[in-house]
């Protein structure tokens, strides 16, 4: 079972930055399909960005693009976020995600149903 572990979250201010990391145990994480995702109280998990399996490719929400960027190390077999810009509407508990079959570039897999393995989430709080 591939186990993802999220860390570096926290309380910012508005304008403020954050770099998020998820390590993965297992050695296909070069295989895996990578993303964000992110829920607010009351709403529904929310597509936030992708990776494709090399790196090589992303793609971003609207909300987000120009701010964040993510990107992966499989050497180290970890996952970024880096969020700059931060607003109160970024507020959420941002999750990692992981699918292990991968048919078309990760970029188009956008909906949670499609990720077969998960991390706990992080808290990221930003502040007026």
């Known amino acids: 079972q591939v186990q993802l572990v999220e860390s570096n979250g926290g309380l910012v201010q508005a304008g403020g930055s954050l770099r998020l990391s998820c390590a993965a145990s297992?050695?296909?994480?070069?295989?895996?399909?990578m993303a964000w995702f992110r829920q607010a109280p009351g709403k529904e998990r929310e597509f936030v960005a992708a990776i494709s399996r090399s790196g090589g490719t992303t793609q971003y929400a609207d909300s987000v693009k120009g701010r964040f960027t993510i990107s992966k190390d499989n050497d180290k077999t970890t996952l970024y976020l880096q969020m700059n810009g931060l607003k109160p509407e970024d507020t959420a508990v941002y999750y990692c995600a992981a699918v292990r079959t991968v048919y078309r570039s990760t970029i188009y897999y956008t909906r949670p149903n499609e990720y077969d393995y998960w991390g706990q989430g992080t808290q990221v709080t930003v502040s007026s």
């Open positions: 297992g050695p296909a994480f070069s295989t895996y399909g």
